[in-house]
Structures are given as C-alpha cells and as structure tokens.
C-alpha cells in the first residue's frame, strides 16, 4: 500500500502560485500513474490533473494553460504548480495513486484506490 503526503498549501491572493507537493513511501511511484484532486466546500471531488508513469498527462479545463503536474520517480514525490490562482481553486487537494491501469491518464477518482489526506488552498481576491 502506498502511503502519500501531500504539503505546500498555503493562502495567496489572486494571480499568485503555489506548488503542491506530494511525497510517497511504502513502494516506487514509478509503476503509478498519479493525480491530483480537489474539493471546495459544498461541492464534489474533482479530478484536477494525471500524470502516467511516462510523462502523458490530461488536465481538467479550468486550470489548463495555468497548472501543471510533474513527477519525480527518483524523489518519489509528484508536483502541482498553480499559477494565476483564482478563487475559484480554493479547495483541499488530495494526491492519488494507481498502479492497475498506469499507462492511461484519468480523472476520475474511482480509478484510484490511494489517496492522501489533502492540503488547503485559499486563494482571495
């Protein structure tokens, strides 16, 4: 089972970044593909960004052109830089991992068995 810590969240203002961090232990990540998720108050989970084991990745709209995922197998650790923050990405964001179907970007959180305990971000205006 693969243990993941996420860190890096914070409040900025609009327009600002912040870059999510989330940290592995138990097993390599290389064999993973990994996301990100976020949900704000009152609203569902969403799946924010993917990255496969390689380096395809898929974005939901609202944050492409603005966000980014990466990963680091060597560090065990993915990232989420966010710039341009809007309110509207005030949420907690979670880190996931999946390993059955690695080679295929998703954003759905049912494709995804591991999960962190999420860390805040507040964007104001």
């Known amino acids: 089972q693969v243990q993941l810590v996420e860190s890096g969240g914070g409040s900025v203002q609009s327009g600002g970044s912040l870059r999510l961090s989330c940290a592995a232990s138990?097993?390599?990540?290389?064999?993973?593909?990994m996301a990100w998720f976020r949900q704000a108050p009152g609203k569902e989970r969403e799946g924010v960004a993917c990255?496969?084991?390689?380096?395809?990745?898929t974005y939901t709209d609202s944050v492409k052109g603005r966000f980014t995922i990466s990963r680091n197998n060597t560090k065990n650790t993915i990232f989420l830089q966010m710039n341009s923050l809007k309110p509207e990405d005030t949420a907690m964001y979670y880190c996931?991992?999946?390993?059955?179907?690695?080679?295929?970007?998703?954003?759905?959180?049912?494709?995804?068995?591991?999960w962190g305990p999420g860390t805040q971000v507040t964007v104001s205006s």
């Open positions: 996931a991992a999946d390993r059955k179907v690695w080679w295929l970007p998703s954003l759905r959180g049912a494709d995804f068995d591991n």
């Open positions: 138990g097993y390599s990540i290389s064999g993973y593909r």
């Open positions: 990255i496969n084991t390689v380096t395809s990745t």
